[in-house]
């Protein structure tokens, strides 16, 4: 008996059989032919085995039919029994193997039992011959292996003699016959069987031989094709592929190979070398920038260049981009040194088809510097041919950060066009990589230095004024020396702005902030610390240097002018205030109290003139000092921190959706707005506390007019560190029922930069509690990227002095373009501050920024604007 093994595998022999080529045709040959002869062996044998059952019917029909007609004869001639019986005896003897039993039945019927002379009575009769005897037709019956004869015996004139009752034509009796019939069907299917087998050998050992036949010749055919296949290692060894040319002995195959044929063709023109693809998948890694790459952009081209010379035999990559208005800054990387020719050729060609290219223009100035990537051996002689045809260039069109990325190739790889498609397409990711870095570079190098410095002036800007005051007042401490602060406030510029407009006045001052620089002394720091107000921190100073310096200032401001558009010649004076340390102040906020109080002092004097504060006069502003302290605790013990609000509108449609929260003192008839108190406030550590007292009013207005749109608290940065102060504002916040999401809460950088970890935890604890958060004054410093990066900021108030300025300088467009895409990517909302005329709002709207906020949307008042009239209609922004 078999083991399970091995009848496993003899079951699983038909399946691996149908599973090759071999074996299915073997297995249809086979099939087909056996399924072919069975059907017809058996249809012939059916239908033969038929043809046999009739004739024998036939046959015992004329036997039975002649026996009948002997017994008649026999009846006639008597009827007597023995005679009968010789007859019948007769009968069975003639046909021995067809007649089984032979009878006469007498008519009619009657009960009894068979005595022997052939005319037995009674229920002994066959239920064939009672059916005969009472309806007098003949009767058939075939039975298994016989057939039943009954034949009427009908009265005729010679039988009247011996039945006188009887009529002409009556039935005296039956006579039955039974024949057994000859049957042939095992013999003939056995024969059948024989030959089936016999056949079926020869069918099988045919089928074998034409399969193995077939076989060899596809086999050969076959393993000459996958010899061919198994030399392909890389794209150059399809050249050699020729699958076509195989013959398989068959035309269906030959023309099924025609098509694999044509398919090799066709991945020829379509297929990359491995190596090509594994160097774009190593490129594609270092598309993250990370600020080491920034930082040393140089070295990341030179490694690039160096990388990619196995793939791409690439001689040179430039970079261009601008620097000034009409200056640009080129950088060469050579992969290996030039020859000087070579360097002299390249650089002859980049300027003229620099000259020639509409981005930049007649009279470019361009500054080229050469690096050189690796120290081995020179390149080769390089033509015009070679560098006009062989440069492949990607423009970067944003203005000031962008510039020109090219990359220089040798013609090999235009051999291959396929090659050539997708190293293009690796050069363009190179060259956006390449581009990427350097203006990441640039635009980092530039905020770096807006970050300190005034985007109009080019001078210091206000926190970077107050960070020099005080590295100032500790140096000069340490060292036992003086140092004079001066605060210059130019006289009459509001009359400028008025009538001739913001950007002659931004030129006005752009112009000024030129004298300046060429009135003081070299190490001399120049800030502008808002609006027309600009200071000057002057080093190692006494009070006659310090005067000597603001004389030199109106003496050069005495001989300027500068000319407008229709041809008005201005003139600028200023009041200069002057501060000396120690004398007059031994830290930062003292010194410039002082300062700026004496410049009110020269402008009562008759403007364009100079104050130094005496003694008395040191008295006066320390007590008004100590006066304004005294308000600030006063208002806020007394319930006099009051609310206003200014609104903010949808940028594109006009809708008053947002209210800035702004703190101001009631005193008597008036206001006193925060710019007046807020630093004192701060200073007296009682800010947080006011920012409370406005917030509690705030809530109680929004509630009580029903506000449904969403304010934003400008809180002082002692606030927002304060470990309660979010808790508190959120308990105001559900007994007043404003939803936590409604409040945003601005964060100004005065003083939170050097509390990052306390902002932190306010920031996440009022997160928590659904609050939203803002930077204020965005891009105007350092600590608003910091801000962005570490807090989850929601909205982001673009610095106002970008907004007003952008329609008239590139510098400040190119500022808010990039803090729009940055927010855009990040997910974050802006807002537009300084927004003063139609304009700039529609400036606004256009760059996509979401919110506006500004005097020419709404001054700040005392009531909020519902977002929705009683009609339903907006409300739109009232352009003041």
């Known amino acids: ?521 070299n190490g001399d720091m120049l800030a502008r610390h808002g609006g027309d107000e600009f200071c000057v921190i002057l080093p190692e100073a006494s009070e006659n240097q310090a005067r000597t310096v603001a004389e030199r200032i109106l003496e050069a401001l005495d001989g300027f002018t500068m000319e407008t558009a229709d041809g008005i010649r201005l003139k600028a004076t200023t009041s200069i205030g002057i501060a000396v340390s120690p004398m007059h102040g031994d830290n930062p906020k003292d010194l410039f109290l002082v300062a700026d109080n004496m410049v009110y002092k020269a402008k009562r004097s008759g403007k364009n003139a100079i104050a130094i504060p005496s003694e008395d006069e040191m008295a006066d502003v320390f007590r008004k000092a100590g006066e304004k302290n005294l308000m600030i605790r006063n208002a806020l013990d007394e319930d006099r921190i009051v609310p206003s609000f200014q609104p903010i509108c949808n940028a594109a449609t006009g809708e008053i959706v947002i209210h800035e929260l702004l703190m101001r003192i009631q005193l008597d008839d008036q206001l006193v707005a925060a710019n007046d108190f807020i630093a004192e406030a701060e200073s007296m550590g009682i800010a947080h506390k006011m920012d409370y007292q406005l917030v509690e009013k705030a809530f109680a207005q929004i509630e009580r007019q029903g506000y449904e749109g969403m304010l934003f608290v400008n809180l002082s940065p002692k606030a927002l560190i304060v470990g309660e102060f979010a808790d508190r504002v959120g308990r105001l916040a559900e007994r007043h029922g404003i939803r936590p999401d409604r409040i945003v809460f601005e964060i100004t950088e005065r003083e939170t930069v050097r509390n990052l970890a306390l902002l932190e935890k306010f920031v996440l604890d009022a997160k928590l509690q659904g609050f939203s958060f803002a930077i204020d004054d965005f891009g105007s410093g350092y600590s608003s990227f910091q801000y962005i990066k570490c807090f989850p900021v929601d909205y982001i108030k673009i610095e106002g002095e970008f907004i007003r300025n952008m329609l008239h300088d590139e510098v400040y467009m190119a500022f808010v373009k990039s803090i729009v895409t940055l927010a855009r990517e990040l997910g974050v909302k802006t807002v537009a501050e300084f927004v003063e005329d139609a304009e700039v709002l529609a400036a606004v709207a256009a760059l996509g920024i979401d919110y506006a906020q500004g005097y020419h949307i709404r001054r700040p008042g005392p009531d909020l604007m519902v977002p929705r009239r009683a009609g339903g209609e907006p409300v739109q922004a009232m352009l003041l």
Request: glycine residues 8%; hydrophobic residues 45%.
């Open 1 to 521: 008996m078999p083991s399970l093994p091995a009848l496993s595998a003899l079951l699983a022999l038909p399946a691996r059989l149908l599973h090759t080529l071999t074996g299915y045709v073997f297995c249809a040959t086979v099939g087909v032919a056996a399924l072919v002869f069975l059907g017809a062996t058996l249809a012939s044998s059916l239908l033969y085995e038929r043809l046999l059952e009739e004739r024998n019917l036939e046959t015992s029909a004329e036997i039975a039919q002649q026996n009948r007609d002997d017994v008649i004869a026999a009846l006639r001639q008597g009827g007597r029994q023995p005679h009968l019986e010789d007859t019948l005896a007769g009968i069975r003897a003639t046909f021995p193997s067809t007649v089984r039993e032979i009878r006469v039945w007498p008519a009619p019927v009657t009960a009894g039992r068979d005595d022997g002379r052939g005319d037995a009575r009674g229920d002994m009769a066959t239920p064939a011959v009672r059916r005969l005897l009472a309806d007098g037709e003949p009767v058939r019956e075939v039975e298994r292996g016989a057939v039943r004869h009954v034949f009427p015996l009908a009265a005729e004139s010679a039988c009247l003699g011996c039945h006188r009752a009887a009529r002409e034509g009556d039935v005296l009796g039956a006579v039955e016959i039974v024949h057994g019939l000859q049957t042939v069907s095992a013999t003939v299917r056995g024969y059948y069987v024989a030959l089936f087998v016999a056949l079926g050998t020869l069918v099988l050992a045919a089928a074998g031989l034409l399969t193995r036949r077939a076989a060899r010749r596809l086999d050969r055919s076959a393993a000459a094709f996958r010899h061919e296949v198994e030399t392909i290692n890389t794209i150059k060894d399809f050249e050699r592929f020729h699958p076509g040319r195989a013959d398989f002995g068959f035309e269906e195959f030959n023309q099924a190979f025609s098509h694999v044929a044509t398919l090799v063709e066709k991945i020829k023109a379509v297929a990359v070398d491995k190596g090509v693809l594994e160097f774009e998948i190593r490129l594609l890694e270092k598309f993250i920038i990370t600020s080491n790459v920034v930082r040393d952009w140089r070295e990341f081209i030179k490694n690039l260049l160096l990388e990619i010379h196995p793939i791409i035999d690439a001689y040179a990559l430039v970079t261009i981009f601008r620097v000034e208005e009409e200056a640009y800054e080129c950088e060469i990387f050579w992969r290996s040194p030039p020859t000087a020719r070579t360097r002299a050729l390249f650089e002859r060609i980049l300027r003229a088809q620099l000259q020639g290219h509409a981005f930049f223009g007649d009279g470019v100035q361009l500054q080229i510097a050469h690096n050189i990537a690796g120290d081995g051996e020179h390149l080769p002689e390089l033509s015009t041919h070679d560098i006009e045809l062989q440069t492949k260039t990607l423009l970067l069109d944003t203005p000031k950060i962008g510039g020109i990325v090219g990359i220089g190739v040798q013609s090999l790889m235009a051999q291959d066009n396929v090659r050539h498609m997708v190293i293009g397409s690796i050069l363009t990711t190179l060259l956006n990589l390449v581009g990427s870095v350097k203006a990441i570079y640039k635009y980092t190098k530039d905020l770096e230095h807006y970050a300190t410095r005034d985007p109009l002036t080019d001078l210091y800007n206000q926190r970077m004024f107050w960070e020099l005051l005080g590295y100032e007042v500790g140096r000069a401490r340490r060292h036992d020396q003086q140092f004079a602060v001066m605060v210059l406030d130019l006289d009459n510029f509001k009359t400028i702005n008025d009538r001739f407009g913001h950007h002659v006045g931004d030129s006005f001052l752009q112009e000024f902030a030129d004298v300046l620089r060429g009135a003081v002394r």
